[in-house]
C-alpha cells in the first residue's frame, strides 16, 4: 500500500512537472490562432518544455514556488492532526524529489525578513502555506498541490472596489488591474486568477479555490469578458505583442457583504501556472 | 531562419544580428545575476578577472540563479542587473540574456559598444536538456547565485535590443 506521504510528494512532483491536458490545449488553440510570430514562438517554446517537463519529471520553471495546499473533505471523512503531519512530510519529499529550487529563508523574524541569515540548502526545508479545507459532497479526501511562483506574487493585487451596483464596474477595475500587472509580470501569457469576496482573508480563499478548480476549456462569460478585454492590450507573451497575453481566466464570487463594496483578489499567474496537481488520500 | 551562434562571439556576428532574429546559442556562458554581476564588475575594474580565470571578450551573460531546479532567466530590468549592460559590455560582454523590457538609454549603450540583449523564455526543462556542464567560477558562498559558467548547445533566445532598436519600441 502506498503511504500518504509518498502520494503527497508524487503529486508534488506532478503538480511541478506537468501541464493538465486542458493546459495543453489552451496553448495549442492559442499558437493556432495566433498571428504574430514572436508570440507563436514563446508559446511554442512553453508547450515544448512542458513536453519535456513531463517526460524527465523535472520542474517547468527553475523558480518552482511555493507549495499552496487546498484539502477537500467529504461530510463522513474525518482528518486527523497526524494526516496533516503526514502531509507535511510528504511534502518536504516531494520537494526533494522535483527537485525544488532550495529557498527557504534561515534565522529569527528580523532575519528572514531581511534574508541575513542566508538560505537552507535542503529543497525540503521549504514550508508549505497553510492548508486550506474545504467541506465538499463526496466521500473523499482530496489533496490538491499548487505551485505558486514570485513573480506572480510580485504582481497580484488584493483590493476593494466599489461596484455601484454594476458588473461592469467590478469586471472594467479589475481589467485595469491586470493590463499593467500582464505587462510587469513578464512571463506571460498569464491565466488570470480572481477572487470576489467580503475580506481580503476571503476573497483570497476565493482566488485560491479558483485555480483549484480552473478549466481552460470551461470559462463563464464573466470570465471570458475579463480574458477578452485584458487581451485587447496587446502586450502578448513575453510582451513581445500578440492577441494572447491572457490564455483564460479563472474567477469565483463568493457570498457578498450587503454594501458597496467587493474585496477582489487577483493573481496574473505566469504562463505555467497554475502548477497545480491533487491526489485521493 | 534561426542564426547559429556560438561564443565567443566576434564584433562581426553582433554587428550582423538584428531585432527579432532568433537564434542558437551554442557554447560556453556566464551566469550572474543580482548579487554577483556588481562583483564581476570590481574584479574587472581591479583587473582580476584572470585570478578566476574569466574571460569576458565576446561572452554571454545569462541572468540566472544555477540550482538544483536548474536556471530560467530573471527580469533583467532589476536594478543591480540593468545598470551592468554598460560596464561590462565594455569590458567585453556581447550578449546579456534575460528577459524584460530594458531602458532607452540600456538599448542605446548597448548600440554603442556594439553589444546585444536577447530574451529567453523561462523554459527550465528545455533549457535542462540543452545544457551540458555547469561549473562554479566565482562566489560560491552565494550559493544559487554564483557565478557560474554553463556549456550550452543550442539555447534557443530573440534579439530584444541591438543597433539602438528595442523589440518593446
Sequence with gaps: MISIQDKVAACLVRAGSTFREDQKEAYRRAIADEGNEHACWVMRQVLDNALVAEERRSPLCDDTGIPHLFLEVGKNRIVTGELLEQI?????????????????????????????????????????SPILIKAVDEEVIRLTILMLGGGPAIRGITQRVFHKHSVDVVVDEIVSRAIPAVSQLGCSPCTLAVGIGRSQFEATSLMMEAMVYGDFNKQTAFEKRITEKVNESNTGPLGLGGKHSVLATFAKVGPQRASGVRIVALRPCCCFEPRRASVEL | MIKQLTTPFSEETIANLNVGDVVNISGYIYTGRDAVLPKIIRLAEENRLDDYGINLQGAVIFHTAVSPAGVGPTSSNKVEIESSFEPLSRYGVKMHLGKGAISKETVKVLAEQNAVFAIIPPVTALLGSHTVEQTIIAFPELGMEAFNQLRVVNYQAIIAAAKGVSIYD
Excluded: C, F, Y
Design chain 1, 88 to 128: 507535511k512530510e510528504g511534502v518536504a519529499m516531494g520537494l526533494r524529489q522535483l527537485p525544488g529550487r532550495p529557498m527557504a529563508i534561515k534565522g529569527d523574524d528580523d532575519a528572514r525578513i531581511d534574508q541575513s541569515g542566508g538560505l537552507n540548502e535542503d529543497s525540503g526545508a521549504l514550508a508549505p
